[in-house]
């Protein structure tokens, strides 16, 4: 079995900052693009960062030169800070990744079980 573990949600003033982790466990042969997204109420789902294996990363324009994602290929783990929050960033963050449990099987996605952020006085 494989799982994504997220940490570090909370709340923080506007213009705060916070870091998300994620973490993947169980049977893991490799792991490709990983990834963030987030959910606020009423609204879809949506990409906020994502960064592939070599490092190569792909940032919404709502986040861009506020948000760093990266990740440790040794610890499965990949990472997204946050700088100068804003309100309008309050959401449910979620963890992807596409990973292989095993050398012959094909990669899956998987989530992580989200994490709450909120930016407020």
């Known amino acids: 079995q494989v799982q994504l573990v997220e940490s570090g949600g909370g709340l923080v003033q506007p213009g705060g900052s916070l870091t998300l982790s994620c973490a993947a466990s169980?049977?893991?042969?490799?792991?490709?693009?990983m990834g963030w997204y987030r959910q606020a109420p009423g609204k879809q789902r949506e990409l906020v960062a994502a960064?592939?294996?070599?490092?190569?990363?792909n940032y919404a324009d709502s986040v861009k030169g506020r948000f760093t994602i990266s990740r440790d290929n040794a610890k499965n783990t990949v990472y997204l800070q946050m700088h100068s929050l804003k309100p309008e960033d309050t959401a449910v963050y979620y963890c992807n990744a596409d990973l292989r449990s095993r050398l012959r099987e094909a990669p899956r996605n998987y989530w992580g079980q989200g994490t709450q952020v909120t930016v407020s006085l």
């Open positions: 960064i592939a294996r070599g490092g190569s990363t």
């Open positions: 169980g049977t893991i042969f490799s792991v490709n693009d």
